[in-house]
């Protein structure tokens, strides 16, 4: 008895509710901007500034404390969050104190840092600092650059390969659903507040891999039906290529899955939102290369024959939806 | 129909085994990192049975080469340090200074007298009295001007003149400036290095970032502000001359001379010479040591041309106090009772043992060209990265076995051969990640964790479409061959645009998320070889043998 997450022959029709479908991510693109506008990114500290502290001790946190213990020391903004994880033991109580850049300073004097140290170590004697990060203003505001610049080079690099191997408007639909998976995670981020960072970034960038990756096979299988079935509208032919690749869609998103949940559970707090993040961009992703990149696509393709009519010298899909 | 030639495979399976071979040392991780230490320890300090042994516990014929742990794994210390290259063209300027007043003196009669005046660091101002003498000037000074010795400098000079206002204005030209920079920041390297390897800990990353920025990343070391103080201070040493001394900081110490404060007595201010009788590149030894009084010292040895220096210059001052300066601070004054002729000498202060240790280090290794800031500095405990590992590890062992099991349910047997492919995939993935020395990192270990996940996707598309070639195929062997080819494209297409968002992640990211981009990377490259190569070779020796009538996949 084998495993099937798909039965052995699906006719879904996945442009029934093309409408809605692709409404709700219209919905949901502008609703993460608005997310982005309204609630902010909670930066950390790479592209902030400032200083992360993270505590380690066998009494329990308390928050307030710690806050008062800071206060006399004015260090403008100081956050105090308590970490919780599955994998930690009975007695390990974890906190994270994040300081702002201090006016002046290009990275946060070792004299704030101990001063911090020795305002807890009064307050709870058996306290660790397990690590110190410090970022000046001048590097996180040259990252912030990097990381943007590195997510738009992914998405002209995609842009340029997939018009070279396949279509301009394959390009078109699929960056047009990677950006949809970066706005999702952007928004998703700024809903739950959790901390963005160098690391989401590159978890951005995994995503925008993972999601062309299922929208190329999808595409690839596109492409060789367009050429098998030269009369049946384009619209039957993207559907028949949906539900051809299902089964692998759903396999490989699955076993991805397995495999990002378990990390997910068991990574340890370090890299929980490095890898929520992708987990939500696999999830999304999946999605847009099922709904988004291929109404584009169809958008693309049905306008451009009925404007320009045998203009598309070596195109083999020009004729393919008459 | 499904035949691969012999040499195809004895190539593929060759390159498995090297895999396996190179990914071997990384299962006997401390061993092998023993063996390692000592040979290192063997080549610098010579060889004891003690290390002899060491090296012995991995045998020396297999390969030795680990996967490195980042500094998030493993604990230590990262700094991000800019030089501050502009430092460097002051001194410059005052080196020309005493040429430039050679030169102008012998044109006395033509632009009267000179006398350097205040200008802004990096610029030397000249007054002459006489401002017709301005053009002769600038032709004089112009004439002292050296060609630039660098490839992008050619044909320039290094030093740009101009007349204001009846001074001279003498500045570094913009090649010149690149020049320096450049070589500025190559000696800080050196010399960084040199401080770091004198504490002796395990692979130090040290690198040039950009244009003026050097990354320093030392695992094992216990915060960044200790490695901070190791390779920050500039440790310039000077031996000078005083005038006085003062309680006063507002002082004015007159020209030529300099107001110090001491180091050791609080509100004590010296003043002495500004030029220096000799300095700390004279020195060609300094070790940590003890005085008569069994006070932490350090011992210093001049080279000859110091050695003269330094023994003419007591010869004519005894009596008189000479200040030992190091960094703007005077370490002590002590009375010069005798000629000291042998070139060696004695520091004493305030010192720890500690701090007598690190300053003889710092002597020995050389003062740094330029100040510098830190722009970024990150501490992680070695507690941390070991829970790190910890969680890395099982998150591993849990995902790859989840994996495992799925891929069998869903296709039985050839889900085992694509299993055995996935395994073999992991093994040579950390065989080049070690034959390149690529440094393993917390991203880098959900990198593997998410190639597990995701290189199963070409074995599922070749599956799918043997599955598919099934329906209309003419029998097994057909349809195999046929799902191989078919599949292909997609493969491909969807493993370069990964690779190429590996490639951005790599040459934008730096640290933790460029280790994620070498495992995401070398992950694609291993996965497609396996699911292409490996899984097929295993499915076509296991029909060869079997030659089934149908094949369920």
């Known amino acids: 008895m084998r495993l099937r997450l798909v039965p052995e022959q699906t006719n879904i029709d996945f442009f029934k509710y093309r409408n809605a479908t692709l409404g709700a991510s219209v919905v949901a693109m502008i609703l993460a901007v608005v997310l982005w506008l309204v609630m902010g990114l909670n930066f950390g500290i790479d592209f902030k500034g400032g200083t992360t502290i993270r505590t380690q001790s066998t009494q329990a946190v308390d928050v307030g404390a710690y806050r008062n213990a800071l206060q006399p020391l004015n260090l403008g903004d100081v956050l105090i969050t308590e970490v919780f994880d599955p994998s930690f033991g009975p007695d390990q109580n974890v906190a994270m104190v994040r300081i702002q850049a201090q006016e002046g300073q290009e990275s946060v004097s070792s004299d704030t840092v101990a001063s911090v140290e020795q305002a807890l170590r009064a307050l709870d004697p058996n306290i660790a600092f397990l690590s110190v990060e410090s970022v000046g203003p001048k590097v996180s505001g040259e990252l912030i650059r990097t990381a943007f610049l590195a997510v738009a080079a992914s998405l002209a690099a995609i842009l340029i390969y997939i018009w070279l191997r396949f279509e301009w408007q394959f390009s078109v639909g699929a960056v047009a659903a990677l950006f949809h998976d970066v706005l999702l995670t952007i928004g998703i981020f700024s809903l739950f507040q959790i901390k963005f960072d160098l690391a989401t970034i590159a978890a951005l960038l995994t995503i925008i891999g993972y999601s062309i990756n299922d929208t190329v096979v999808i595409f690839d299988r596109l492409r060789e039906n367009l050429i098998k079935y030269k009369q049946r509208p384009l619209q039957d032919v993207m559907n028949l290529s949906v539900n051809e690749t299902l089964s692998r869609t759903l396999m490989t998103s699955g076993t991805t899955l397995i495999a990002l949940t378990a990390l997910l559970v068991l990574g340890g707090d370090v890299i929980r939102g490095f890898v929520f993040a992708i987990t939500w961009g696999v999830v999304v992703g999946t999605y847009s290369s099922v709904y988004v990149a291929k109404n584009i696509v169809l958008f693309l393709g049905v306008k451009r024959d009925w404007t320009s009519p045998g203009a598309d010298k070596g195109n083999q899909f020009a004729k393919t939806d008459a | 129909m499904l035949h691969i030639p012999l040499w195809k495979r004895v190539v593929i399976w060759g390159l498995v085994a090297l895999g396996l071979l190179y990914a071997m040392p990384n299962a006997f991780y401390s061993r092998v990192e023993t063996h390692n230490d000592a040979l290192v320890a063997i080549e610098r300090q010579g060889s004891t049975p003690e290390r002899e042994a060491q090296a012995a516990v991995w045998p020396s014929f297999l390969p030795s080469s680990l996967v490195n742990l980042g500094l998030d794994l493993r604990g230590g210390a990262h700094l991000m340090a800019e030089v501050q290259v502009a430092d460097v063209y002051k001194d410059r300027m005052d080196g020309y200074w005493p040429e430039i007043r050679d030169a102008l003196r012998a044109a006395r009669d033509q632009v009267g007298t000179i006398r350097r005046l205040d200008g802004p660091p990096g610029e030397l101002r000249i007054g002459i009295s006489n401002p017709d003498g301005m053009a002769r000037a600038l032709e004089i000074v112009r004439g002292l001007a050296r060609p630039v010795t660098s490839l992008t400098g050619v044909g320039a000079t290094d030093i740009e003149v101009q007349g204001q206002n009846g001074q001279l204005v003498v500045t570094l030209s913009e090649a010149e400036r690149a020049a320096t920079d450049d ?371």
């Open chain 2, 183 to 553: 070589r500025t920041i190559r000696q800080s390297l050196e010399i960084i290095r040199r401080r770091v390897d004198e504490v002796g800990t395990r692979e130090p990353t040290i690198q040039r970032q950009g244009q003026d920025r050097i990354l320093i990343q030392v695992p094992g070391i216990g915060s960044a502000e200790e490695l901070k103080q190791l390779i920050g201070t500039t440790a310039k040493l000077t031996f000078n001359g005083v005038e006085g001394r003062t309680t006063d900081a507002q002082a004015d110490p007159g020209a030529r001379n300099l107001l110090l404060p001491s180091m050791d007595e609080q509100g004590v201010y010296y003043i002495v010479q500004q030029t220096p009788v000799v300095s700390g590149e004279d020195l060609t030894d300094a070790q940590p040591s003890f005085d008569q009084n069994g006070r932490p010292a350090v011992n210093f040895r001049f080279d000859p041309t110091g050695a003269r220096k330094f023994g003419d210059y007591t010869a004519a001052n005894i009596g008189s106090p000479f200040a030992i300066v190091l960094d703007n601070e005077v370490i002590s004054a002590p009375v010069i009772r005798d000629h000291i002729a042998g070139g060696s000498g004695i520091i004493t202060g305030n010192f720890t043992v500690e701090q007598s240790t690190q300053l003889a280090v710092l002597l020995r290794a050389g003062a740094l060209p330029a100040r510098m800031t830190f722009l970024e500095e990150r501490t992680i405990g070695p507690e941390l990265g070991q829970d790190s590992i910890d969680a890395g590890r099982i998150a591993s062992l849990i995902a790859g076995l989840a994996v495992l099991v799925f891929m069998w349910a869903s296709y039985g047997l050839f889900g085992l051969f694509a299993n055995v492919a996935l395994l073999l995939n992991v093994a040579m993935l950390f065989g080049l990640l070690s034959m390149i020395g690529a440094t393993l990192t917390l991203p880098g270990i959900a990198g593997i964790v998410l190639t597990i996940g995701m290189a199963v996707d070409a074995n599922v598309l070749i599956f799918e479409r043997i599955r598919e070639e099934m329906k209309t195929a003419r029998g097994p062997a057909r349809a195999i061959e046929l799902g191989y080819d078919r599949a292909l494209s997609a493969i491909v297409d969807a493993n370069i645009t990964t690779f190429i968002i590996a490639t951005i992640l790599f040459t934008l990211g730096s640290g933790p998320v460029r280790g994620f981009a070498v495992t995401l990377g070398l992950g694609i490259i291993t996965s497609v070889f396996t699911a292409i190569y490996v899984t097929r070779i295993i499915i076509v020796t296991w029909f060869e043998r079997r030659r089934p009538k149908t094949i369920e996949v």
